[in-house]
């Protein structure tokens, strides 16, 4: 029997939560299969087998927060390939007529599978599974060079419902596919088809998935398909948090504080408590943006992705940093030196279910508008599904918060550890407001907002931080003035 300790996933990490145990005992698994998956401090991480064998104890509960280095799942030889008796391969092992039967718990998707698909014939589809130590030292090796900053990103993550069998014998059949949108439940309940980050979605934005259209292939329900359903306005940088149930004249709920959640307090208080912080505002007319954003949004090349304000933001961002390279730059106190980036790695904080979290796309300054909004796209898709990897929100110069999705005018936001400086992007509003015309002032309806700019104060001073702002402000009231820098 082999013992999997929980690995260090990330640079110096301590400790983990165990979120949701993807086997149960008995189960046969293979190397590489993913068997759990954990919180640390800045994401939510699967953790892949590397050993194979059959599941002999899950070791630690879920909910439970362990060490690095603890036991947590105990994986044996797999039992004799006649060991069990039962149905030959690609016979039914279900029994409509008696749910208990066919050895799946209540609320599973009551769907025959042929016998190579489960128990120990697993080993059929799979291949032999000797344990291999060999193979559980590269698996480990992946595990802790995946999220290092810089290395390999995470893989997508295969549909994890039923495929569709053969007719029951008896039952009238009907035409099949590789995936089915919905299958009936011993209570008269449905399945529906959706990959487990598209359930994970739902959750979170509270869409039932019984109630969708499904589009996808064979009926599966896709991330379009929940985000339409939410019907939610947000932008990029926000992914409303599910609420906790409260019971009936509860007065008070605890949570504790862990993870993403602990490692968010940690570092705002650490940064608000060293770096002395400074704020301005200015209140702009970005009336000139928002067409420009419908512009961009009835061109052919940008039609299959998402542009709002905050991509023309990000651009301005990235050219009134050549006018002002401070703002990119951070103090580096051990060495007593000010460090400054000649590249861009544009974070984007993002309020998820589990906290803050602030991804970066990297090199920013090297990528065309429309790469750029492909980029952004994808960070938030990503911090949806809470799939936000340790490499992805390591490594940030300059951080961009849209408050403004909450219909928050500003704010005086808390410099991202490591940078030097970050922006408040404020909701854009329909006000009153003086424009001049051949000479002649007169009261109009514009689309205005605010950016509110937060700076190191030892190295970055009033004249330069009102300089980058300023330049900011002047690009989203005139775009075409871009052309400039």
């Known amino acids: 029997m082999s013992e999997f300790l929980l690995p260090d996933v990330g640079e110096g990490l301590i400790e983990a939560e165990i979120v949701t145990w993807k086997v149960k005992v008995g189960d046969v698994v293979a190397i590489n299969d993913i068997v759990v998956e954990i919180e640390t401090a800045k994401s939510l991480v699967e953790l892949p087998s590397p050993f194979a064998g059959e599941v002999t104890a899950l070791m630690v509960a879920e909910g439970d927060t362990v060490s690095v280095g603890t036991p947590i799942i105990a994986i044996g030889a797999p039992a004799p390939a006649g060991a069990a008796a039962g149905p030959a391969a690609g016979e039914m092992e279900i029994d409509l007529s008696n749910p208990a039967a066919s050895g799946r718990v209540e609320g599973e998707s009551l769907v025959g599978r042929n016998k190579a698909e489960r ?3 697993r080993r059929a589809r799979k291949g032999s599974v000797t344990p291999s ?3 559980a030292a590269n698996t480990q090796m992946q595990v802790q060079g995946a999220f290092a900053p810089g290395g390999a990103q995470s893989q997508d993550v295969a549909p994890a419902d039923e495929p569709a069998v053969p007719a029951v014998p008896a039952v009238e059949p009907e035409p099949v596919s590789e995936f089915v949108p919905v299958r009936a439940l011993s209570n008269g309940e449905v399945r529906v088809l959706a990959k487990p980050p598209v359930r ?8 039932d998935l019984a109630l969708l259209t499904a589009t ?3 009926g599966t329900v896709t991330r379009a398909d929940v985000e339409g359903a939410a019907s939610s306005d947000a932008g990029p940088s926000v992914v409303e948090p599910s609420r906790p149930s409260v019971q009936s004249g509860q007065r008070e709920t605890r949570e504790p504080i862990k993870g993403v959640r602990k490692m968010m307090a940690g570092a705002m208080v650490g940064s608000a408590f060293s770096a002395p912080h400074v704020t301005e505002w200015v209140t702009l007319d970005v009336t000139r943006t928002t067409e420009l954003v419908e512009r961009l949004k009835a061109r052919r090349e940008f039609r299959e992705v998402k542009v709002s304000p905050l991509l023309v933001l990000a651009r301005a961002v990235m050219l009134a940093m050549r006018r002002t390279p401070e703002i990119n730059s951070f103090w580096d106190e051990s060495a007593q030196e000010v460090v400054l980036k000649h590249y861009v790695n544009l974070g984007i904080a993002a309020a998820t279910p589990r906290g803050l979290v602030v991804p970066n796309v990297k090199d920013a300054q090297d990528l065309t508008l429309l790469e750029l909004a492909g980029e952004l796209n994808q960070l938030t898709a990503t911090a949806r599904e ?12 300059f951080t961009i918060t849209n408050v403004g999705v909450f219909g928050v005018d500003a704010g005086t936001p808390i410099i991202n550890p490591g940078e030097s400086a970050i922006l408040c992007f404020g ?10 015309t051949d000479g002649v002032d007169e009261i109009v309806v514009r689309q205005v907002t605010t950016l509110a700019l937060s700076f190191d104060h030892r190295h970055i001073d009033g004249e330069k931080g009102s300089r980058f702002l300023s330049d900011v402000a002047g690009i989203l009231e005139d775009p075409a003035s871009a052309l400039l820098f």
Do not use: C, F, H, N
Not at 386 to 397: F, I, K, N
């Open 200 to 207: 994970k979605l739902a959750k979170d934005l509270g869409v």
């Open 133 to 135: 130590s060999e193979a």
């Open 386 to 397: 809470g799939r936000t990897q340790p490499a992805e929100m390591s490594g940030g110069t």
């Open 427 to 436: 909701a854009i509003k329909k006000q009153p407001w003086v424009v001049t």
């Open 216 to 218: 996808g292939p064979g």
């Open 119 to 121: 128990g120990p014939q």
